[in-house]
């Protein structure tokens, strides 16, 4: 039976309603059509920016109003009152780089991610607004699955940037950037998991890297499927703003047979996990392949811890993935 917190939970998810809003710019119309009445201005903002590459401090929202001023990015888009595809007159320039200005600098990366935010992590995992945009996705994202769930098998989701390859650094071939022990660490974790890559870009760009470095076709292991930025979700918070997440609900709500207990993430960057943070395992990033693929064994030590907890641990929840490197698996026997 549901719990009462449960039971609240699931009517809280049910009030929230879809926000139909058309932006024009630029001579265009953009449909957003992933926000709820409860998200905030700074989340429109945000929404607008991945449609029309202008960033939310570019933006002027000429017709957005509340109380006669600019409605603040505080303000949740039910106190609007809007009507329903009720258009937003916007006027902006877009930046000449719009990958940098997608992503958080490199260097700011390891302060924001060291930063103890498990109060944080716990009201955004828990909110209805975020939860009830999960529940979208499960039922219209479409996963093209390349090759079935195994039973009794463990998950493992994987990134790819800064994770399994260096995307940056200068070379004439793939090989070249590709995570030292790559083939070797897919092929020891596919005894015990179902893999699949959720990177933050394009399904394209996802298909030809995994090409490029010989995954997605290599006959030692197979990749269940892959999830591209389309997946992601929006959420906001005090100490990031807002920032795109990876949601393992969405994975979860299609396929029953993964939860919290079976699943783990890789991922060179913490926020992405704020939705599921005790199942996220922050990797050290793979960057200056031409200086580090001599010396670095990251995959070669995750490849013990996954094979450890697949074999001694029943459930994942009980694991501090932080401490990854100190696990004991004797301790659990």
């Known amino acids: 039976m549901a719990t009462e917190q ?18 024009k710019w630029s001579g265009k119309e953009y449909p957003i059509t992933d926000l709820t009445d409860q998200d905030t201005v700074a989340v429109l903002r945000h929404e607008i920016f991945k449609l029309t590459q202008v960033r939310p401090e570019r933006q002027k929202l000429i017709n957005l ?7 603040p990015d505080e303000l949740k888009i039910c106190t609007l009152e809007l009507k329903p595809n009720f258009k937003l007159m916007m006027v902006g320039s877009t930046e000449a780089d719009i990958e940098t200005a997608c992503q958080l600098p490199d260097d700011m990366t390891e302060v924001i991610d060291d930063f103890d935010v498990a109060e944080e992590e716990d009201l955004v995992e828990k909110s209805p607004v975020y939860l009830a945009k999960v529940q979208r996705r499960v039922r219209e994202y479409k996963i093209k699955e390349l090759a079935p769930p195994r039973e009794g098998k463990h998950l493992l989701v994987l990134d790819i940037d800064y994770t399994l390859f260096d995307h940056r650094s200068p070379a004439e071939t793939a090989s070249e950037l590709m995570r030292p022990y790559l083939h070797e660490f897919l092929e020891t974790a596919y005894e015990h998991y179902d893999i699949a890559i959720w990177s933050a870009t394009g399904m394209r760009w996802i298909e030809e890297k995994m090409k490029m470095l010989g995954v997605s076709s290599n006959p030692n292991y197979k990749i269940m499927f892959y ?14 703003g807002v920032v795109d997440v ?13 939860s919290s207990k079976n699943t783990i993430m890789f991922d060179d960057i913490q926020r992405n996990f704020l939705m599921n943070p005790r199942s996220g395992l922050r990797v ?10 001599q010396t670095d064994r990251e995959l070669l030590k995750l490849s013990r811890y996954l094979k450890d907890i697949a074999q001694y641990c029943d459930d994942f929840n009980k694991l ?3 401490k990854w490197q100190q696990y004991d698996p004797r301790k659990t026997r």
């Open 284 to 293: 050290r990033p793979f960057r200056q392949a031409h200086l580090s693929r």
């Open 246 to 258: 990876k949601p393992l609900g969405l994975i979860w709500g299609i396929y029953p047979q993964y």
């Open 65 to 71: 109003k509340y109380k006669g001023k600019v409605a």
């Open 320 to 322: 501090n993935h932080r």
């Open 227 to 240: 999830l591209d930025s389309t997946a992601m979700i929006s959420v906001y918070t005090i100490e990031r």
């Open 6 to 23: 449960e039971a609240s939970t699931t009517q809280a998810i049910s009030e929230i309603k879809q926000a139909s809003i058309i932006v």
